[in-house]
């Protein structure tokens, strides 16, 4: 199984709203990750995990909160979102630091 | 830190002839430098990765070259297809570093 899923596919939210995206993998990778992605924009890293812990944070806002609960599945919690937060926010997945990254089909977030 | 420049940003070609695209990265600790096709409204996939011990590397019709003197690398696409069509990212990372840095893409469209 060399494929990273992704819920839900798209979402609706409010700014006062409470969601959370999902991503699983089973590939047995170490290292997860959460990237923001704007049209006609490269991929913009947010958060990831190694080894199921954070490794990395990119200086997000803390109304994206992420959580690895294990080295299969990784969620980000939304919060009070702002319109400008609206993006693909794509989950990847590798087996270490500076190996192919596979991508799941994203998730549209679109914030009213 | 770490910039990686590519170029062009939008490159048309016709059916069957090749498409060259152009990265130049800042930090000569990079040693690994994956290419990426992401098709509209779809997620990025890897195409062809090179590491710094290697001058060249081939898969059919796409190959990749790297000058770790010059600190550039190209993708060459051969024989043009319509479902070469796509935006193409390249990116640089070194050693342990979870972080991929990434072109601003290029979007190649191929004429019929």
């Known amino acids: 199984d060399t494929e990273v899923t992704q819920t839900p596919k798209h979402l609706v939210m409010g700014m006062t709203n409470k969601k959370s995206l999902k991503c699983e993998q089973h590939?047995?990778?170490?290292?997860m990750y959460w990237y923001k992605q704007k049209a006609k924009k490269p991929p913009e890293l947010m958060f990831v995990?190694?080894?199921?812990?954070?490794?990395i944070n990119e200086s997000v806002p803390s109304r994206f909160s992420p959580e690895c609960p294990n080295s299969s599945l990784l969620n980000l919690h939304l919060h009070a979102l702002q319109p400008e937060d609206s993006a693909l926010y794509l989950c990847?997945?590798?087996?270490?630091?500076?190996?192919?990254?596979?991508f799941g089909p994203g998730t549209r977030l679109t914030v009213t | 830190g770490e910039n990686v420049e590519q170029h062009p940003s939008t490159l048309s070609v016709q059916e069957g002839d090749s498409a060259v695209i152009k990265c130049t990265y800042s930090?000569?600790?990079?040693?690994?430098f994956p290419w990426y096709k992401q098709e509209l409204g779809k997620r990025p996939q890897l195409i062809i990765d090179?590491?710094?011990n290697v001058g060249e590397k081939k898969d059919q019709r796409i190959a990749v070259t790297l000058n770790k003197t010059a600190k550039h690398f190209s993708l060459h696409i051969t024989e043009t297809q319509p479902e070469d069509s796509a935006v193409y990212f390249c990116?640089?990372?070194?050693?342990?570093?979870?972080?991929?840095?990434w072109g601003a893409g290029t979007k190649l469209i191929i004429k019929p």
């Open positions: 990847a997945s590798s087996q270490v630091a500076d190996y192919e990254q596979y």
């Open positions: 590939m047995g990778h170490r290292a």
């Open positions: 995990y190694s080894y199921e812990k954070l490794s």
């Open positions: 930090d000569s600790a990079s040693n690994y």
């Open positions: 090179i590491r710094s």
């Open positions: 990116a640089a990372s070194k050693g342990s570093n979870y972080q991929l840095i």
